[in-house]
């Protein structure tokens, strides 16, 4: 009976190990923003996370269609509360009691919306903010929590607050010297511990590529996970026995030692967003975006964490899709973080566990294969010109125009072509938007050179009419791009 005990004894420990290992092989988590003229249908959206293994999901804000279409899904999703709505619900326990109710028990009663977590804010201490939120950002969370708890939901939804690295420092640049900025400390301790009570947890966002771009004289090797069997890149940096070969590693390990020093180490800690661009800048590329996001995927499949946190927790992939909707005052690369481009395709190769390659979105449906360019014999010094492109870009997106981008070698033609195409397509090729002054042309030849890919639009048809109060918010700050961009190719066209 002794040997019968002992064998049922390794069965079950067996089982615990199988069943609480810390996460389960491709189990990947991602930011599903939704700033795009076309956006890619909900439920063909939600197939595309769950065909590649995302069984997690963000949204910014309470977007309806994403929402309804995450319904009984089984995607477990943290929902944001935008920065612009810290202010009512941190000044006001009955307007965070509104914001959850139609926000939270709406979605999870009336559509089996699996919400775990209420993201209060996004990145409220950054330092650009110049101290916006600061005051706001505490209260709205204790509002939030007290609201969930009203609801009968805290138990479910727990809260937590998206921070940027820029809360945390090392004066000497080791992870073990970490500790948080001395203008927030006591904000920061005072909210982790509040986190921390309630059962919340902490989410960073961790850009490698930012750092890499603000500075010239940064590391590139350092930017990226080190492939298997690589020597260390140069500026690895020694913090006693433990050797930092990353950026990634050495910036989560900062935080988790301010964590510490303040006794708030038993704080979950997870990368609320991590990725790297595509397109808009000369450091965004496909070549660079599929070294550093294959490299974090590995360390994802493998559970690969960090010195002071060997499990890897769970990562946030920003982003998803690419926006072409989206504020472009960080850089131009904004819109062009996608793990996959605007209609579901993948942006880069990248492989899952076993070498099972990402797939695309099934389902999708375009817009007729035709585009708009520049009529052969127009001129490029044509007065009318500047002004046409400079109207087509204040609407459409055209930061893949940047230099260095994947349309920044185009000739003086084919940068109006791009710009008009671009229009066209936003406006879903609809009759008159093709014009230009009769300077455009509509051709059935895709026009497309080298890396520059002149794209069709998804058909309006299958678009979600309920995106419109958030594209609304995200057309002031295309107009605004307008002005920028029309500087620009004015240089451009007068070349």
Same mark, same amino acid.
């Given at each position: 009976?002794?040997?019968?005990?002992?064998?049922?004894?390794?069965? #079950?420990?067996?089982?615990?190990?199988?069943?609480?290992?810390?996460?389960?092989?491709?189990?990947?988590?991602?930011?599903?923003?939704?700033?795009?003229?076309?956006?890619?249908?909900?439920? @063909?959206? #939600?197939?595309?996370?769950?065909?590649?293994?995302?069984?997690?999901?963000?949204?910014?804000?309470?977007?309806? !269609?994403?929402?309804? !279409?995450?319904?009984?899904?089984? @995607?477990?999703?943290?929902?944001?509360?935008?920065?612009?709505?810290?202010?009512? #619900?941190?000044?006001?326990?009955?307007?965070?009691?509104?914001?959850?109710?139609?926000?939270?028990?709406?979605?999870?009663?009336?559509?089996?919306?699996?919400?775990?977590?209420?993201? /209060?804010?996004?990145?409220?201490?950054?330092?650009?903010?110049?101290?916006?939120?600061?005051?706001?950002?505490?209260?709205?969370? $204790?509002?939030?929590?007290?609201?969930?708890?009203? &609801?009968?939901? &805290?138990?479910?939804?727990?809260?937590?607050?998206?921070?940027?690295?820029?809360? =945390?420092?090392?004066?000497?640049?080791?992870?073990?010297?970490?500790? %948080?900025?001395?203008?927030?400390?006591?904000?920061?301790?005072?909210?982790?511990?509040?986190?921390?009570?309630?059962?919340?947890?902490?989410?960073?966002?961790?850009?490698?590529?930012?750092?890499?771009?603000?500075?010239?004289?940064?590391?590139?090797?350092?930017?990226?996970?080190?492939?298997?069997?690589?020597?260390?890149? $140069?500026?690895?940096?020694?913090?006693?026995?433990?050797?930092?070969?990353?950026?990634?590693?050495?910036? =989560?390990?900062?935080? +988790?030692?301010?964590?510490?020093?303040?006794?708030?180490?038993? @704080?979950?800690?997870?990368?609320?967003?991590?990725?790297?661009?595509?397109?808009?800048? &000369?450091?965004?590329?496909?070549?660079?975006? $599929?070294?550093?996001?294959?490299?974090?995927?590995?360390?994802?499949? !493998?559970?690969?964490?960090?010195?002071?946190?060997?499990?890897?927790?769970?990562?946030?992939?920003?982003?998803?899709?690419?926006?072409?909707?989206?504020? #472009?005052?960080?850089?131009?690369?904004?819109?062009?973080?996608?793990?996959?481009?605007?209609?579901?395709?993948?942006?880069?190769?990248?492989?899952?566990?076993?070498?099972?390659?990402?797939?695309?979105?099934?389902? /999708?449906? =375009?817009?007729?294969?035709?585009?708009?360019?520049?009529?052969?014999?127009?001129?490029?010094?044509?007065?009318?010109?500047?002004?046409?492109?400079?109207?087509?870009?204040? %609407?459409?997106?055209?930061?893949?125009?940047?230099?260095?981008?994947?349309?920044?070698?185009?000739?003086?033609?084919?940068? +109006?072509?791009?710009?008009?195409?671009?229009?066209?397509?936003?406006?879903?090729?609809?009759?008159?938007?093709?014009? %230009?002054?009769?300077?455009?042309?509509?051709?059935?030849?895709?026009?497309? $050179?080298?890396?520059?890919?002149?794209?069709?639009?998804?058909?309006?048809?299958?678009?979600?009419?309920?995106?419109?109060?958030?594209?609304?918010?995200?057309?002031? &700050?295309?107009?605004?791009?307008? !002005?920028?961009?029309?500087?620009?190719?004015?240089?451009?066209?007068?070349?």
């Amino acid at each position: 009976m002794g040997s019968s005990s002992a064998a049922v004894q390794a069965v #079950v420990l067996l089982w615990l190990a199988v069943v609480f290992r810390a996460r389960p092989v491709e189990a990947l988590a991602a930011n599903w923003g939704t700033r795009a003229r076309h956006p890619l249908p909900g439920d @063909i959206t #939600v197939r595309l996370l769950k065909d590649n293994g995302f069984d997690k999901a963000k949204l910014f804000e309470a977007d309806p !269609a994403a929402l309804q !279409a995450l319904g009984h899904s089984g @995607i477990q999703v943290m929902l944001g509360l935008p920065n612009e709505l810290l202010a009512s #619900v941190a000044g006001n326990v009955a307007a965070a009691e509104q914001w959850v109710q139609q926000n939270v028990s709406n979605y999870v009663s009336k559509y089996g919306v699996d919400i775990r977590y209420v993201a /209060v804010g996004n990145e409220p201490f950054l330092k650009s903010y110049k101290g916006m939120f600061e005051a706001a950002t505490l209260p709205a969370v $204790q509002n939030v929590q007290a609201a969930l708890v009203k &609801a009968g939901l &805290a138990r479910q939804v727990r809260v937590t607050v998206p921070l940027n690295a820029d809360v =945390y420092e090392s004066l000497d640049g080791r992870p073990s010297s970490g500790d %948080f900025r001395p203008d927030i400390t006591t904000l920061m301790t005072n909210l982790v511990r509040f986190l921390l009570d309630s059962g919340g947890m902490l989410a960073i966002n961790i850009y490698p590529f930012l750092s890499l771009d603000a500075d010239a004289n940064f590391p590139r090797d350092y930017a990226y996970f080190p492939a298997p069997g690589a020597p260390p890149s $140069q500026a690895s940096v020694q913090d006693g026995n433990v050797l930092y070969t990353n950026v990634f590693d050495a910036n =989560y390990d900062t935080l +988790i030692a301010a964590l510490e020093k303040h006794g708030l180490g038993n @704080i979950t800690v997870v990368v609320g967003e991590i990725g790297w661009p595509t397109d808009g800048d &000369a450091n965004a590329n496909v070549a660079s975006a $599929q070294r550093f996001n294959q490299g974090l995927f590995d360390r994802i499949v !493998a559970g690969k964490g960090t010195p002071r946190r060997p499990q890897m927790p769970d990562v946030y992939v920003f982003a998803l899709l690419d926006e072409d909707n989206k504020s #472009v005052d960080p850089g131009n690369f904004e819109r062009h973080w996608g793990v996959f481009n605007y209609d579901g395709s993948p942006s880069t190769p990248l492989s899952l566990a076993s070498g099972r390659p990402i797939v695309p979105a099934k389902g /999708v449906k =375009y817009l007729s294969k035709q585009w708009c360019v520049l009529r052969s014999d127009a001129s490029p010094t044509d007065p009318a010109v500047v002004g046409a492109v400079g109207y087509a870009c204040q %609407f459409a997106d055209c930061t893949s125009l940047s230099p260095g981008s994947s349309c920044g070698s185009l000739d003086v033609r084919g940068n +109006i072509s791009y710009a008009f195409n671009q229009f066209f397509q936003s406006a879903s090729q609809q009759k008159g938007s093709c014009a %230009f002054n009769n300077l455009a042309v509509i051709t059935t030849t895709d026009p497309s $050179q080298g890396t520059c890919r002149f794209r069709i639009e998804i058909d309006p048809g299958r678009r979600d009419r309920t995106h419109g109060a958030s594209d609304s918010a995200a057309a002031r &700050a295309a107009a605004a791009w307008g !002005a920028v961009v029309l500087l620009a190719l004015l240089a451009i066209v007068a070349v």
